[in-house]
């Protein structure tokens, strides 16, 4: 029997390309997020300071993503650490997703007690933080937008800030309605609906770093259609342990065995990691058994 495998390069994570981006949005939250909560205690308004403690979960979830990055891209240098430490991305976008969460619950219960007992808002030194807070967002969220369509980490990010954006929106939208109308409720509703906005984003979020974790099939890869393309390989008699995973955002994974009457196992291998790599699997294991009945030289 034989194995080998193929890759498209050095195994890298999709995060560290963007690793001065992320620093870059964590300085710019940072710096604006102690600004946002002194304003909202001095105007009381909840919206004001639901927004800057979602800007505060950004700066601790930005952080936890640049560590992850960083921490992947030393460790994969470390030949105890064959894989790095890849996972640490995926395990900050879960902790990401729950900070959301918690953050949408107490905006939520706020805004519940203040529908009962409105409290009064002063909304000009509200709006102009607001109008200050979207340009930050605005900035963030083109910083991130080229990696979000690559890593699972940038994407948490990433949709953090644009939730952070469309919050400063609804800020400004909630000044500007106090300043015009005086409706007490103004700021309690606004609160409600960011809370809204918040849960689906962060679920979906958690629902894509689960599925990493419990090492399903990513769902762009057919593994029916796969394994049958490579029993459709010349000489290929068999094909079974079919393993296809995700180790990080950017990197799938596949393990393969294949049962072949083939008398250059390495034509096998060829032509099996060329079926792969039309299935997205630029990173895969190939073995390859001579036919005569003998046992996988491995399990998973």
Request: charged residues 15%.
């Amino acid at each position: 029997m034989s194995g080998t495998h193929s890759h498209g390069g050095t195994a890298a994570s999709a995060g560290g390309k963007h690793r001065r981006a992320l620093a870059w949005v964590l300085a710019l939250v940072v710096a604006f997020v102690g600004v946002e909560v002194a304003a909202g205690l001095l105007t009381r308004s909840l919206t004001l300071l639901a927004d800057a403690g979602h800007m505060a979960t950004d700066a601790l979830g930005v952080g936890m993503a640049l560590t992850a990055v960083t921490a992947a891209r030393r460790a994969a240098r470390n030949p105890k650490q064959t894989f790095g430490h890849y996972r640490w991305e995926v395990l900050a976008a879960l902790a990401n997703a729950t900070l959301l969460l918690g953050v949408a619950a107490f905006v939520a219960v706020e805004a519940i007690g203040r529908l009962r007992h409105p409290v009064e808002v002063d909304a000009g030194p509200m709006l102009a933080v607001a109008v200050v807070g979207l340009a930050v967002n605005l900035v963030s969220f083109r910083l991130l937008h080229a990696g979000s369509k690559e890593s699972l980490n940038v994407r948490g990010a990433y949709l953090e800030v644009m939730a952070d954006a469309i919050g400063s929106v609804g800020v400004i939208v909630s000044a500007i309605v106090i300043l015009t109308t005086g409706w007490p409720y103004t700021d309690a509703v606004v609160a409600l609906v960011l809370a809204a906005f918040i849960v689906p984003r962060a679920l979906r979020l958690a629902g894509e770093a689960l599925r990493i974790v419990v090492q399903s099939a990513p769902p762009s890869i057919d593994v029916d259609a796969l394994t049958r393309a490579l029993g459709e390989l010349p000489s290929v008699t068999d094909v079974h342990d079919v393993h296809v995973w995700t180790l990080t955002s950017g990197m799938d994974v596949a393990s393969v065995h294949l049962v072949s009457e083939a008398a250059r196992t390495a034509d096998v291998v060829r032509a099996a990691q060329t079926v792969l790599r039309e299935h997205g699997l630029s990173h895969a294991t190939v073995q390859v058994e001579d036919g005569a009945g003998g046992a996988c030289g491995s399990e998973w």
